[in-house]
């Protein structure tokens, strides 16, 4: 009994293994097994319909198509081909394939044939095939990997077979642990296992198991173990590796394609050579109503309804005793009387001499399929109602491009009567120019299956109108029947228009702001240029001996020029930010230290107006990843705010860190006791130019943007920043930031070689000689020459001030000029204007200056009123050494030329 029911399941194995398939004429395929659908990865009714051809890997569709041409040949006929196929993930393997003619009634119907999957044969002929090109001698030439290993679990020699099944080279191997060879997750618990095993010598002399490598791949390893032990020698471990992990897979494909079998959707019958039972599966019980014990030994016939004709039975027996496949239509009889629809598949099996011993049928219960056909017979005259009634225009298109039908919907879209276009080309409904009337085209796509599914198109029809549409396109395929393109037409003229009047409304505003923020770039050079001389003549007015009315006139004006430089640099601060070029610097940094700055620059202010500035700190340090500056700039804008709007009390800033599931935050909170805001006014407070007191009865200074760019600073830093207030009683902004950011920007850094630096006026220079030169006269043939290139009088005039005395300062008045200037003389430093009105700019001007071999580590000095953030790293780069924007006051200039001119020294 064993021996025949193993017997009857190697006739199961190797009757659906095998891939069975038929295609048209045309090579879709009309049919494929379970086999088919499990190797190509495609569910059966996914396979019907498809072109042959889509499974083949492109390099052998010319051979494969080449062969199925050639089975028309007959001296052609029963020669199989190998050829490389893709599944439905990309995954590439081998097939066989044997393909011969179907006729039907004397007429050729198309291809059937038959496959076989042979990838791992066809990997296992190329390992056979470098084997014998590489291995040699007795150690290389084993078929099985081997390995030696000591006490330490050192490997002392590999083969290249074991090379070769663990994925290393011999170099990476000989010499270290064996734990090299494993996943670093079990590497440590194997290298461990293997010294206690030796030293104990209870190494297993054969061991199955599967292991995971150090590529994470996972094989199974056949080992045996041995170990070499000589007098004179320390011991050695040989173990013999085989990879045995294609017949675990085999082992595990037998046993899922004996369960596939029997948990088959479809019945299966073997047969002997005169049609006796030899077995069936559950599916058939179920479907027939018969047990395996019932039939066993019995013939089919058993369940004809008599409803079947003979003829269809002798072609059967014809058509399977010529070694085919034979494909039909049953209307059969269960045991309890009633009647069911079967389509049956029925292949022969053969022996390894290619006899054939039984045969195999396949059987799918398609009573509700039938019942189903009836159904859709019924149904058609519901679908021409709703055909006809659609307020869509319906199209259906042959593959010629000609007109098959449309529905009144269509007809009517198109201004004509169907008439005039059932039976004429889709063109004809179209304008000569509507760009949508390519028949060619059309064809070659209908072809291809590559007709778009949806689309929108503007077009004419053919009387000139216009239209807008959107068209949905799909195939409609029936077995024998020519395929057929339905396509819905939807009228969106009306829609479109409204679409495009959005946006060319969104483009007009988004103009409107490109155009604000450009302006305020280019006021940056047209209001920092004037400041010059206001700053820099009322600052040496300060320090001149004036009547004290002159000195304080000087004082207010000096004290005005900055508060508008205040509003200038917030302004074009906005403008980066809508322009989404602000620069972050995350560097790791104590808040409580930035806190501490900003409250102490605050307090002289606090006091003069009788408020308090208190902090209060839930810890002693507190070290977070951010922007340095950005957040400076918040908060000292929070907390001016505070003071600004407070006239009694005071402000508070609090600072804690806040621990969350999604990490931890450090919190900063500003608190005041000013006038509050009211709850319809705390929303627009964060817009541009927006103040909770506005218009001509404001009672409080401020340009508006403040919050708005604090906001944006927060925000950018991956923070958030909100505000709880109520009138009378005061407000409090909190913000709250992630203590590690992680930046996605590229931050911009400016190497510091050659004096490269930037302005700085909070960190006061010993200037040496350079500032004992303020105080007393010098000659000027004493002092250093410098080129100052720049194009305004009025500018020069104010540096020519500053540095009196400091340094003798000629004046090139254009880039052509510097240049010239700069080739006849030896200057110490070079003052560099960007913004030239005539000529060549101050960039172009430096490049070739630095041309010069006696300037090429010259101090220059870029000057510029267009002081947009990230224009100092774009000056620092062509070539500048140090930058300074304008206006500046005469301490930073002579606190940059102090550095320059030290560094020059030394």
Known sequence: MIN????????????????????????????????????????????????????????????????????????????????????????????????????????????TGVAQEITERKQTEEALRKSELHFRSVWENAASGMRLTNEEGMIIAVNNAFCQIVGKTKEELEGFHLSVIYSSRDSLSIQQKHQERFKTRTVLPLVEKEFILWNDKKVWFRVVNSFIESEYEKPLLLGVFTDITEQKLTEGEIKKLSQAVEQSAGAIVITDLVGNIEYVNKKFEETTGYTFEEVKGRNPRILKSGETPTEEYKKMWECIFAGSEWRGTFHNKRKDGSFYWEATTISPIKNNEGKITNFLAIKDDITQDKLKEEMLKQSELHFRTVWESSIDGIRLTDEHGMIVSVNNAFAKLFEKDKNEIIGKSFADVYGLDSGFNDVASFVHHFRERTIQPFMERDITLWNGKPMSIELTNSFV?????????????????????????????????????????????????????????????????????????????????NKGGNRLMETLNIILDLAQIEKERVIIKPTKFNLLQIIDEVCGMFQPIAKGRNLYLKKELQTDTLIIASDERMLRHAINNLINNGLKFTNKGGVTVKASLEKAEDGNFAVIQICDTGIGIPKDQQDIIWEEFRQASEGIGRSFEGNGLGLTITKNFIEKLNGKVSVESEVGKGSTFTIKLPMDNNFDIKEILVKKENGISEQSAQHPLDFGEIQKATEEPVKPNQLRKVLYVEDEEISFSVVNHFLKNVVSLDWAKSGQEGVVMARGNKYEAILMDINLAKGIDGMQTTKLIREMMQYQQTPIIAITAYAMRGAKEEFLGAGCSHYISKPFTKTALLQLMGEVLEKKVK
């Open 477 to 557: 395929e029936i077995e024998g029947q020519p395929p057929l393109l339905l396509s819905i037409f939807r009228n969106v003229t009306e829609k479109k228009q409204a679409e495009r009047e959005i946006i060319i409304a969104k483009e007009k505003a988004e103009e409107a702001n490109k155009v604000k923020t450009n302006f305020l770039e280019n006021m940056s050079h047209e209001l920092r240029t004037p400041m010059i001389p206001i700053l820099g003549f009322t600052e040496l007015m300060i320090g001149m001996d004036l009547p004290d009315e002159v000195k304080s006139m000087a004082v207010m004006m």
């Open 4 to 111: 025949e029911s193993e017997k009857k399941f190697r006739k199961i194995a190797e009757g659906t293994k095998a891939i069975l398939f038929n295609t048209s004429v045309r090579g879709k395929f009309i049919y494929a097994n379970q086999a088919a659908s499990e190797v190509l990865g495609y569910e059966n009714k996914d396979l019907v319909g498809k072109f042959y051809l889509s499974f083949v890997h492109p390099d052998d569709r010319t051979k494969v198509h080449s062969y199925f041409l050639s089975q028309l040949k007959k001296y052609e006929r029963d020669r199989s081909i190998d050829f490389r196929y893709l599944n439905a993930s990309g995954k590439v393997g081998w097939l066989s394939f044997l393909v011969n003619l179907l006729y039907i009634d004397g007429k050729l119907a198309g291809f």
